[in-house]
Nanobody, 127 residues
Framework: QVQLVESGGGLVQTGGSLRLSCAAS????????MGWFRQAPGKEREFVAG?????????TYADSVKGRFTISRDNAKNMVYLQMNALKHEDKGVYYC???????????????????WGQGNQVTVSS
């Protein structure tokens, strides 16, 4: 099992920045992809950003956050980060860190690529 614990959410004004952190523990040697998802009230959980855990690869972003959000990792510390800049009201939601083992033909933008989820961290953007 892999345990994921997010931190760093909170309240920020429109145009502001936040950095989310995700600490991974447990059987991380089997992790292939790490990602961030978010869920707004009354909406489906949606992909935000993802990246390979232990090999080089270009991160993937949802179109709505490209150019504003950056996902990064620190393998030595078993940490994944999501730097969020130029926040908009529509970025509001509960943000989840997720980890998944390798799966053939499953895109990292899909929830199906992920096996483990954090508890979620609230991000609120006020105008």
């Amino acid at each position: 099992q892999v345990q994921l614990v997010e931190s760093g959410g909170g309240l920020v004004q429109t145009g502001g920045s936040l950095r989310l952190s995700c600490a991974a523990s447990g059987r991380t040697f089997g992790v292939y992809v790490m990602g961030w998802f978010r869920q707004a009230p009354g909406k489906e959980r949606e992909f935000v950003a993802g990246m390979r855990w232990s090999v080089y690869g270009t991160p993937t972003y949802a179109d709505s956050v490209k150019g504003r959000f950056t996902i990064s990792r620190d393998n030595a510390k078993n940490m994944v980060y999501l730097q969020m800049n130029a926040l908009k009201h529509e970025d509001k939601g509960v943000y989840y860190c997720a980890a998944g083992a390798y799966k053939t033909w499953v895109e990292e933008t899909s929830r199906a690529a992920y096996d483990h989820w954090g508890q979620g961290n609230q991000v609120t953007v006020s105008s």
